[in-house]
């Protein structure tokens, strides 16, 4: 018998949105409740699928029992498996910590939200699983349209926010669209797995270089590869804190996931790589990220829109995991996507918590922090020291593998990047660190007692996900090499 | 070398990282609980390294993997001669040290004393971390871990200079662990591995060029901690903070970690044959030398006590390089051995300075004329770790500086023997006046004529580690065999030669 998980993964949650949706008009208590059940059974239902790539390879499931090239087609590797676990694990944490988050910033909207939220992993988990091109342009639509309205629902400036990630959202999808329309005319199909075949005869074919030029930039456009990551910062810093614990860590890394597999799947590397020199362009766009999102970062004094840049810079690491097309450089870029989904939930959570106790979130504002929440400061250290690379949190070990990559395709400049950046994010994270946990004194006034702040941490549904994350930094780090040795590995694509 | 699987290694790094946990979550509510974690974490560490003696007197080398981080890479500490001597001195004087401290911040009265000790708790696993490594890759780790642990140690403070030092320390550490980091990854793509073996892995990889580079970068790297001029600024600076910090961690820990990681370098990654036929090792001890001298000459300059003696650790760091370098037996086993006795002598120096602090808040060598008949006990002991590292028989500094000497005369290079005695002095001259002021001078007013020492909780520790440095000069294998475990260290470099 097929195993039903992969339909599971996707098609719970799509369900449980309707449900939330019915149970929220009777009781509003129900939709929160339902929205953890239904990603918990996604949660394990991706966790089952990873299971039997590992011990069975790859799944194949025909939708209806149509088969391919015609139906729409499950595929689940290593590459996706693996993601697929991090986004329905990153999406359940953020839906347990959400419960005060929404009470206390929508409390009009709760089970719209809750709806919605559901809509949106719908919309990542089904992009991840899909196999087939349209299906994928269908998911994305789902999952950005869902974005836009999360996004509109946050602070003062959030409906701007939103419009203007609207705008360029649909740019990004209309270039997509326009991609598969020109691969079908082309090829007739809009199934990967059959289009790789199939492409390789056509590789001389102009419509074909226009419509990778498409994908490249529409995707780009999705994940805010700079320099077309110019909606990010505004949408992620206006929505509310529980939309963006949600979008920033998953969006762009479900972005990054459909680039690998467009330029190494879809197409072949031999394409991406030589025929056409898309790779190492996307290097120098990546390498451009890095240092501009760094750079932009050192002038916020808002610590949200701070980490919206710091995002920038960090889906610059995976790109240029990407553009450095090696299996160290692949490797690094594979292992960031999930090494940067934790930090990054870690760290938005953690500023909806400071907003949730304290409602201002400007650098300065921080002072005697990490005496009234010194749990969720902590952890602030620990995702700040990952965002660094500073060993053993995870973060280091992408940092390695990134390197890595580079000196063996022998980009120098590349190195140079990524070490600068490690150090511009010291100047990041330390401003934080440094208001939040020293209290200036006058000289020779540091002896006696402190003034006593009381202890307020973050509500407990809030707090769990946040140390769960801080737990995940720390020993996603240790086990990156048996993270690499059992999947990454086979996760790297055919031909590295 | 025989090899033999064993937790102790990561026993002795771990009950300091359960003590941090428990001093953190003990709190302010028990000071006195909270206090009791510390000592019991360092006499627990102190005995687990002991316990590890007898193997490695015996040749063995403990071994423990803990998980396989790359291919060819892994978590793994492996205890020989050369990670058994810096353990034991790390965590024996983290004994006396805490117990100094307890007396120091209560003494004070200090703001924040449950990060103060946490913090120290961290970097002495790290330390330990360090010690036992059995590759690049652990030791950065651990390296890193130290770099960081340190900071709120230094800006505890948390005046607007403590600050300003915090910062200088970490732009300078976290730089150099860049470029560490970029070394130990270019190191790892020319040979796939990444584990010391006494007398190098790199021989008969990569160009001369190449070799050349990573081993200015690496040196570079490490030389940062390690205080190498023109690299040093950061130490003098870091001087703001608490004295017990200084001592254990400014003068043993981190600046001993930094010279640990280049020693690790030199003789373990590189090795004596290699560095030989590229002629670096003459480079690098004529670096190490310039820094010799200046720093001495700097140091004659300072007027605040702390200050003085960060330039003279700065100095000493130094000799201990330039012996490395040096690669001949005597010189290494010299330059192990001083890493020895420079500690015991040092944190002695550092201990005297934060008891006349506590005691009588003076910070400047000019006000302290006539404090030995105040604190006889402590001038004493500040007379015998000054004498000691300026290299006056019998203490241990004396051993050390025979040895270094010796070794420049076996490596045939005259030059480094004046480079020693020039040195030392140069400690007569910015060490004595302070013996001599501070025990003949007429007091000064504000200065009590009459026997008032400091806590004993201060006063005990100090007039310790000063009896030990003396008895090591006199018998330098007295503890654990100390000397024996520095010189089997230097046979099994040199062995492959």
């Given at each position: 018998m097929v195993p039903q998980s992969p339909a599971l993964v996707v098609v719970v949650p799509l369900i449980f949105a309707f449900l939330s949706l019915l149970f929220g008009w009777w009781r509003k208590a129900f939709s929160y409740p339902i929205t953890i059940i239904a990603l918990s059974l996604s949660f394990l239902a991706s966790i089952h699928c990873l299971y039997t790539v590992l011990t069975s390879g790859t799944i194949h499931y025909y939708l209806g029992k149509w088969e391919p090239p015609w139906g729409i087609e499950y595929v689940v590797d290593h590459l996706n498996g693996f993601i697929l676990v991090i986004v329905s694990f990153v999406s359940l944490m953020v839906a347990i910590s959400s419960k005060r988050l929404v009470e206390r910033e929508l409390p009009e909207k709760v089970v719209y939200f809750y709806t919605i939220f559901l809509l949106q992993v719908t919309g990542f988990l089904g992009i991840v699983i899909t196999g087939d091109m349209f299906n994928l342009y269908v998911f994305l639509e789902i999952a950005s349209l869902a974005g836009y309205a999360l996004i509109a629902v946050g602070e003062e400036g959030a409906p701007f926010a939103s419009f203007n990630y609207l705008i360029f959202g649909t740019i990004g999808a209309c270039f997509y669209l326009l991609g598969v329309g020109y691969l079908y005319i082309k090829t007739g199909s809009l199934n990967m797995a059959d289009l790789s075949e199939i492409l390789p005869a056509l590789y001389q074919s102009k419509v074909l270089l226009v419509a990778f030029a498409f994908f490249l930039v529409g995707v780009s456009l999705k994940m805010a590869l700079f320099p077309l990551h110019v909606w990010l910062p505004d949408a992620y810093t206006y929505a509310p804190s529980a939309v963006s614990a949600l979008l920033a860590p998953l969006m762009t890394k479900v972005g990054a996931y459909v680039m690998i597999r467009i330029l190494f799947t879809v197409f072949e590397p031999r394409f991406s790589i030589e025929l056409i020199p898309a790779t190492t362009i996307l290097g120098w766009m990546a390498a451009g990220a890095i240092l501009f999102g760094a750079l932009l970062a050192l002038a916020q004094s808002d610590v949200k829109r701070m980490l919206a840049y710091i995002l920038v810079g960090e889906v610059g690491y995976i790109a240029l995991g990407v553009g450095l097309a090696n299996r160290n450089g692949l490797t690094g870029a594979v292992l960031h996507i999930m090494n940067d989904a934790v930090m990054m939930l870690a760290l938005f959570l953690i500023i909806g918590a400071i907003m949730y106790r304290s409602g201002n979130r400007e650098i300065p504002s921080l002072r005697h922090m990490h005496r009234r929440m010194p749990f969720t400061m902590a952890t602030l250290v620990i995702a700040g020291l990952s965002v660094i690379g500073i060993p053993p949190t995870c973060g280091f070990f992408s940092k390695w593998y990134l390197v890595l990559g580079a000196i063996d395709a022998n980009k120098w400049v590349f190195v140079a990047v990524l070490l600068i950046s490690s150090l511009l994010n010291v100047i990041l994270f330390f401003r934080v660190i440094e208001n939040a946990y020293l209290e200036p004194r006058e000289?020779?006034?540091?002896?006696g007692v402190e003034v006593a702040v009381p202890i307020e941490e973050a509500p407990l549904s809030l707090l769990l996900p946040i140390l769960v994350a801080g737990a995940g930094i720390l020993s996603l780090g240790i086990l990156s090499g048996e993270i690499i040795s059992s999947v990454i590995r086979f996760a790297v694509p055919a031909g590295f | 070398m025989e090899t033999m699987v064993s937790i102790r290694p990561l026993l002795a790094v771990l009950v300091t990282l359960i003590g941090a946990m428990l001093i953190l979550f003990t709190g302010e509510r028990n000071r006195n609980l909270r206090e009791f974690w510390t000592i019991l974490a360092s006499v627990l560490k102190f005995s687990l390294v002991l316990s590890m003696i007898p193997f490695v007197l015996r040749g063995k080398m403990l071994e423990f993997t803990i998980i396989q981080l790359a291919p060819g890479v892994a978590l793994q500490f492996r205890v020989d001669q050369f990670g058994l001597f810096f353990g034991i001195l790390a965590s024996a004087l983290w004994i006396a040290t805490s117990v100094y401290s307890i007396g120091y911040v209560r003494g004070l009265n200090e703001h924040a004393q449950t990060r103060y000790f946490f913090n120290f708790a961290l970097c002495l696993s790290a330390t330990m971390g360090i010690a036992f490594a059995g590759n690049l890759l652990t030791l950065f780790i651990f390296y890193e871990i130290l770099t960081v642990s340190t900071y709120p140690l230094v800006a505890h403070k948390e005046t607007e200079d403590a600050i300003m030092g915090g910062r200088k320390y970490l732009a300078y550490t976290l730089t150099a662990g860049v470029v560490i980091l970029f070394g130990i990854i270019f190191v790892y793509t020319l040979t796939g591995t990444l584990d010391f073996k006494p007398g190098g892995f790199l021989l008969g990889h990569g160009s001369s060029a190449t070799i050349i580079f990573l081993f200015a970068i690496l040196i570079l790297g490490f030389g940062v901690k390690a205080a190498i001029m023109p690299l040093h600024e950061w130490l003098p600076t870091a001087m703001i903070a608490p004295t017990p910090v200084s001592a254990l961690l400014h003068a043993v820990a981190v600046v001993k970690a930094g010279v640990f990681g280049c020693l690790r370098i030199i003789?373990?990654?590189?090795g004596p044959e290699l560095l030989h036929q590229l002629d670096l090792w003459l480079i690098l001890a004529y670096f190490a030398a310039f820094t010799v001298i200046v720093s001495g000459l700097y140091a004659l300059a300072q007027d605040n006590l702390k200050r003085r003696l960060a330039f003279s650790t700065i100095n000493n760091l130094s000799i201990i390089v330039m012996g490395a370098a040096l690669l001949s037996p005597s010189a290494i086993t010299g330059s192990i051995f001083h890493m020895g006795s420079h500690g015991f002598m040092k944190i002695t120096l550092f201990f005297v300075a934060g008891a006349i602090y506590v005691k009588t808040h003076k910070e400047n060598i000019s006000q302290l004329d006539g404090i030995g008949r105040q604190m006889p006990l402590t001038m004493g002991a500040f007379a015998i770790g000054a004498m000691g590292i300026a290299g006056t028989p019998p203490i241990c500094g004396f051993i050390s500086k025979w040895y270094l000497a010796m070794g420049a005369l076996e490596a045939k290079e005259v030059v480094f023997l004046f480079v020693l005695l020039i040195s030392a002095l140069l400690d007569v001259a910015y060490f004595f006046p302070i013996i001599y002021n501070s025990f003949f001078k007429a007091p000064k007013e504000d200065v009590n004529p009459h026997f008032d020492e400091a806590s004993m909780k201060m006063v005990v520790p100090l007039v310790i580690t000063a009896t030990i440095s003396l008895i090591l000069g006199l018998?330098?294998?007295?503890?654990?065999?100390f000397f024996n475990i520095a010189s089997m260290a230097a046979e099994k470099i040199l062995g492959g030669m």
């Open positions: 000289e020779e006034a540091h002896e | 003789l373990y990654v590189f018998v330098p294998n007295a503890f654990f065999r």
